[in-house]
T-cell receptor, first 115, second 111 residues
Framework: DAGITQSPRHKVTETGTPVTLRCHQT?????MYWYRQDPGHGLRLIHY???????DKGEVSDGYSVSRSKTEDFLLTLESATSSQTSVYFC??????????????FGPGTRLTVL | DAKTTQPPSMDCAEGRAANLPCNHS???????VYWYRQIHSQGPQYIIH???NNETNEMASLIITEDRKSSTLILPHATLRDTAVYYC????????????FGKGTRLHILP
């Protein structure tokens, strides 16, 4: 399995609190992604990164920010969590060669509950 | 929106070949067909991808029709651990061509 870890794996928080999820990889892959998965919506892309300090918005980026100061870490921040952000969050990585952009390897996920 | 159509669910007997179909009638000339699967509560897992030739790896085979409007993922000897949701995805070769997960096919392997 690709070396991807996510922390925390589970979190319960209250509406209005800030939350940061961490994705850490040991594969030295250049591209990293954050997705959320909800019943009835499938997996949706939140933000992605093409390298250190190079990030961009995905399909459902409102209410989220990201940072990538090192190749191995990609942080997802909910500045003020809302109940609609209750979800399972997956991080993914891919290489930068050819069509390998879309051979993505996913982490184990973080289950976030916002009360 | 996903550019593919898959049956919502399928059954397959353990030990038999599982053949999962996917229609992608609007596929463009430079777009690839990717397959992922997601076992319950785990992250999605990349399986295989192809452009126009058939492809095989240690997990599966991908058969793409000559007109490229449909494809079939074949798991040659299905086991109970292959029970999962299988996603067929069509996307381009460039880094800005994102993968979009649709509803997929829920494959049940029967003992």
């Amino acid at each position: 399995d690709a070396g991807i870890t996510q922390s925390p794996r589970h979190k319960v928080t209250e509406t209005g609190t800030p939350v940061t999820l961490r994705c850490h990889q040991t594969e030295n892959h250049r591209y990293m992604y954050w997705y959320r998965q909800d019943p009835g919506h499938g997996l949706r892309l939140i933000h992605y990164s093409y390298g250190v300090k190079d990030t961009d918005k995905g399909e459902v980026s409102d209410g989220y920010s990201v940072s990538r100061s090192k190749t191995e870490d990609f942080l997802l921040t909910l500045e003020s969590a809302t109940s609609s952000q209750t979800s399972v969050y997956f991080c993914a990585i891919s290489e930068s060669r050819g069509e390998a952009y879309n051979e993505q390897f996913f982490g184990p996920g973080t289950r976030l509950t916002v009360l | 929106d996903a550019k593919t159509t898959q049956p919502p669910s399928m059954d397959c007997a353990e030990g038999r070949a599982a053949n999962l179909p996917c229609n992608h009638s609007t596929i463009s000339g430079n777009e690839y067909v990717y397959w992922y699967r997601q076992i319950h509560s785990q992250g999605p897992q990349y399986i295989i991808h192809g452009l126009k030739n058939n492809e095989t790896n240690e997990m599966a085979s991908l058969i793409i029709t000559e007109d490229r409007k449909s494809s079939t993922l074949i798991l040659p000897h299905a086991t109970l651990r292959d029970t999962a949701v299988y996603y067929c995805i069509v996307t381009g070769p460039n880094r800005d061509d994102k993968i979009i997960f649709g509803k997929g096919t829920r494959l049940h392997i029967l003992p």
